[in-house]
């Protein structure tokens, strides 16, 4: 399919750090692919935690990497499921038309056309549609990631605290095709949906103590992050590893300190406790499609937003109630 591509496009645009609701459209340049690059035209992008994180410019640490006053890339969105329009130099044109998905460098998704890299693309069978596809690349990515720092295989009691976000519902799914048994945390509304992901015991987190849960585990998938480390710890069996995936922290330091407790923690101890830095990954994200594909693991996708109500979708992220993904349309 060869289209021409415009000059010009409207994108969802934070010009600013703040909340959702300081994102406009507006018109920028249509971006070009470089060497190794192809252009999208996007068909679907997922919003994840780390969309919020960058809209807000929070931590502040991250601010000399993303831009100090305003963010480098004004334009959020992730992951995105999209076909090759055009392609850089040494990207074969051959490839124009190919349906794929694939993690964006630090945004661009919420926008008619994105760049990516032609590395990291993931071809999307026509049976996994398009928004079903991108919330695929971290989501899916990080929970494969974080049960790999875990050591998860079958045979071991898995506890899973945040089950019922973009990165809990393919933890717990994951984990139970790994054949682990998967006990989770999540609030009191989602636990019929974690249990049917496959979790076979599930806490609500308001009214129960985590760390005072019955029994030891040999992992421990830590997305909520708000429990101290120390007690925690206490729930795991003697080898047992708590792979730290997510939590708020501090406005300036964000995680750094809670990982610096974990090293302290950690020395002398056969119990280890360790940081999930999830990249982005292709043969992960390869693997993720197919399983999607085979029906092995179905995403759970809260909503699919259309275009012009992705700032609804980067407010409902913002309030970290999301159940599964929020998805946003390409634009018409
Ligand atoms: N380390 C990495 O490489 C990496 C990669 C990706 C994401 N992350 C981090 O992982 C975290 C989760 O990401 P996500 O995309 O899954 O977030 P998300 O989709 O926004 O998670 C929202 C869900 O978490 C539940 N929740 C909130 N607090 C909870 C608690 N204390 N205990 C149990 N469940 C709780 C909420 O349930 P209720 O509505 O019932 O409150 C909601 O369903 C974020 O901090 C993100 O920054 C880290």
């Not at 999930?276 to 996708?301: T, W």
């Amino acid at each position: 399919m060869r289209i021409t591509v415009p000059a010009t496009m409207p994108a969802w645009l934070n010009d600013r750090y703040g909340t959702a609701s300081g994102t406009a459209q507006d018109a920028v340049p249509t971006p070009q692919p470089g060497p190794g690059e192809v252009l999208l035209r996007v068909r679907a992008t997922a919003l994840n935690a780390a969309d919020v994180h960058l809209m807000q410019g929070d931590p502040l640490l991250l601010r000399p990497m993303f831009g100090l006053r305003r963010p480098k890339q004004p334009i959020r969105g992730n992951d995105v499921a999209g076909a090759i329009v055009a392609v850089g130099a040494d990207v074969d044109e051959s490839r124009i038309g190919e349906e794929v998905v694939v993690e964006l460098d630090g945004g661009g998704g919420l926008a008619p056309f994105a760049v990516a890299r032609a590395d990291r693309l993931v071809a999307r069978p026509a049976k996994v549609a398009p928004e079903i596809a991108a919330t695929v690349p971290i989501s899916g990515g990080t929970a494969v990631q974080a049960l790999d720092v875990a050591l998860v295989e079958a045979g071991q009691r898995v506890l899973v605290l945040g089950a019922s976000g973009g990165v809990g519902t393919f933890a717990v799914q994951l984990a139970t095709l790994r054949g682990a048994e998967v006990w989770a945390t999540c609030g009191e509304a989602n636990r019929e949906l974690v249990e049917s992901l496959g979790a076979t015991r599930t806490f609500d987190y308001r009214t129960t103590d985590a760390a005072s849960i019955p029994s030891s585990f040999d992992a421990i998938i830590d997305i909520a992050g708000d429990l101290p480390l120390r007690r925690l710890r206490r729930l795991l069996t003697p080898t047992g590893v708590i792979a730290m995936v997510g939590g708020e922290g501090g406005r300036v330091l964000g995680p750094i300190p809670r990982m610096l407790r974990a090293m302290f923690l950690s020395i002398g101890s056969r119990r280890s406790i360790r940081m999930v830095m999830a990249v982005a990954n292709r043969e992960i994200n390869e693997q993720l499609v197919a399983l999607a594909a085979e029906g092995r693991v179905a995403p759970v996708i809260e909503q699919v937003l259309p275009w012009d109500a992705a700032v609804d979708g980067l407010a409902r992220l913002e309030s970290g109630r999301t159940v599964g993904k929020v998805v946003v349309l390409g634009r018409e």
